[in-house]
């Protein structure tokens, strides 16, 4: 009975979001009985237009698909839970999960998570990194790991995808399952329940960390990792320009929401600026001077890093070898960036 009321509520969608109530986070429990069947629906918004509307559509199906059995749908607005307990995950022997997030693309958001996820293994952590940006996946080629086959195993009465390694980091990605010129003509519900499995199914196995690169933007992808994962903690990278720190706002925003509610550590400012190898002192701001900095000042935020633009980063994204593991010069920067965020991540437990 469980299984057919899923179904009915998987072709319920919602007007707005696009996504049906399954797919979409919006059921929060299911009870089918003998005497009785109970459903709770939860939205995000207290003041959600639709959901009257879909709370009287999932009447009508529940209903129609059992005439006779008493029915109970419950509405509940606010976050959603984090995790369903009664849910067999393989997430939950992760430390501390840190979401890198950018308001635009074209500021190296993946790169510079390759690089601090690369750094936190230099300091010993045990680190994992999830490739959430399901339409533009760029972690496969970033670690040299394009042609990796993921084959799944049964453990602990779950069935558990074996995830890349490279550089003793563990990595996700659906640019695993598809190829790589293959174009992801996804709807909403499909990329969330993708990302849903790469969360957990994956065998992560024990870490400290877990960097989940989000595409840029905020959107559903933003919004379910925010209803599947319980995230620590949410870095913005930005470029100095100022059109790319009016973009940062959006994002500091949706984490800030009450609604979502995740403390941002702060803000990574990348290609911050440009030193020849001829001249070691000399700095050329080719994308502007400071932008990240004074907005983390007006906004209370801390300024995690500055990374500049260096060849062995781009050379290192090109060839699968983040240049932090390599160049002393760029881990020098994305050390001191990752100690940051381990120290606001990990401060409420001292």
Do not use: C
Request: aromatic residues 6%.
């Amino acid at each position: 009975m469980e299984q057919k009321i899923r179904e009915l509520l998987s072709g319920i969608v919602h007007p707005e979001k696009g996504v049906d109530l399954l797919s979409g986070g919006m059921v929060e429990r299911i009870a089918a009985e003998e005497e009785g069947i109970e459903v709770v629906l939860r939205f995000a918004k207290a003041h959600d237009p639709f959901a009257a509307k879909l709370k009287r559509q999932t009447e009508e199906a529940l209903a129609a698909a059992f005439p006779g059995v008493r029915a109970t749908v419950t509405l509940h607005v606010g976050t959603p839970r984090r995790l369903d307990p009664e849910r067999k995950s393989t997430a939950g022997q992760i430390a501390h999960v840190v979401a890198i997030a950018s308001g635009k693309g074209g500021v190296g958001k993946s790169t510079v998570t390759a690089n601090l996820a690369v750094a936190l293994r230099n300091m010993g952590y045990r680190v994992g990194l999830l490739d959430a940006d399901i339409y533009g996946p760029s972690q496969p080629r970033m670690f040299g790991t394009e042609g990796y086959l993921p084959e799944a195993v049964h453990e602990e009465g779950i069935d558990q995808i074996v995830p890349a390694e490279a550089m003793g980091i563990e990595l996700m990605s659906i640019g695993y399952f598809v190829k790589p010129d293959d174009a992801l003509l996804w709807r909403g519900a499909m990329a969330v329940n993708a990302l849903r499995q790469l969360i957990h199914q994956t065998r992560w196995g024990r870490l400290d960390f877990l960097l989940a690169d989000l595409p840029p933007g905020t959107g559903d992808i933003h919004l379910s990792i925010v209803g599947e994962l319980k995230i620590d903690a949410a870095v913005i990278v930005s470029t100095p320009q100022q059109v790319a720190v009016a973009d940062v706002r959006r994002g500091v925003e949706l984490f800030r929401n009450p609604q979502v509610n995740i403390p941002v550590a702060g803000i990574i400012e990348n290609m911050a600026w440009f030193t020849p190898e001829e001249l070691p002192e000399n700095r050329y701001y080719l994308f502007g001077r400071g932008g990240a900095r004074a907005f983390a000042e007006e906004n209370g935020l801390e300024l995690l890093g500055e990374i500049p633009i260096i060849q062995s980063i781009m050379d290192g994204s090109d060839t699968g070898r983040p240049a932090a593991a390599f160049d002393p010069r760029v881990e020098e920067y994305y050390r001191a960036a990752a100690a940051r965020i381990v120290e606001k991540v990990t401060k409420s437990e001292r």
